[in-house]
């Protein structure tokens, strides 16, 4: 139940924006999105909900496209402080399987100066 | 502001021994976690809980036991150490079922067996 994050790696200039994908093959309830630098822990994003509209944190956003069980992450004006690995997490569906959130394999991005 | 507080940082360990490692959050969550990262991977749910007493497996449990004695604590045991166990380990908490909320991590624990 892994969703599958494209593409694997970005590599930018500062001011340049980018798109993260992240794709499911089962109908999605949420998706998350958390930044991890080396050597240190991921850290929350945001987070949409089946139903809910795009989100957004100064320059980056994110939409949820909920028939093709898909969402994309926005960089916009990229920063230095965005270089990292970029993770999608979904949650299929609720009930017995509360917890259960499963993680993509991440898409490294690099901002150069 | 401690958070998540994972122990120990760094461990190598030899194949065939055992060790725990400790988990704690003083956010009052219910909810904990345990994940594996292995590189270029992702993260990989080993075991959760929903409350003190209440555990459940998740995608990788093999290899590995946890209990929930108290609402604070998360320790993740180790039995009988193999190569494939060689990984970053993650510690999360968080206040509310993770698919309407942030998940709060812990700096992680990195395990060698050798």
């Known amino acids: 139940q892994q969703p599958v994050q494209s593409p694997q790696a970005v590599i930018l200039r500062e001011g340049e924006d980018a798109v993260i994908n992240c794709s499911s093959s089962?109908?999605?309830?949420?998706v998350h999105w958390y930044r991890q630098k080396h050597g240190e822990a991921p850290v929350f994003l945001m987070i949409l909900l089946k139903g809910g509209e795009q989100k957004g944190h100064e320059k980056i956003s994110a939409s949820f496209n909920e028939k093709k069980q898909q969402s994309s992450l926005y960089l916009t004006a990229s920063q230095l402080s965005y270089s990292g690995t970029y993770f999608c997490?979904?949650?299929?569906?609720?009930?017995?399987?509360?917890?259960?959130?499963?993680f993509g394999r991440g898409t490294q991005l690099t901002v150069w100066p | 502001n401690a958070g998540v507080t994972q122990t120990p940082k760094f461990r190598i360990l030899k194949i065939g021994q055992s060790m725990t490692l400790q988990c704690a959050q003083d956010m009052n969550h219910n909810y904990m976690y345990w994940y594996r990262q292995d590189p270029g991977m992702g993260l990989k749910l080993i075991y959760y809980s929903v409350g003190a007493g209440i555990t459940d497996k998740g995608e990788v449990p093999n290899g590995y036991n946890v209990s929930r004695s108290t609402t604070e604590d998360f320790p993740l045991r180790l039995e009988l150490a193999a190569p494939s166990q060689t990984s970053v380990y993650f510690c999360?908490?968080?206040?509310?079922?993770?698919?309407?909320?942030?998940?709060?991590f812990g700096e992680g624990s990195r395990l060698t067996v050798l």
């Open positions: 997490g979904t949650e299929s569906y609720r009930g017995s399987t509360l917890g259960r959130l499963y």
């Open positions: 999360a908490s968080s206040y509310v079922p993770p698919g309407t909320g942030e998940l709060f």
């Open positions: 089962k109908a999605l309830y949420s």
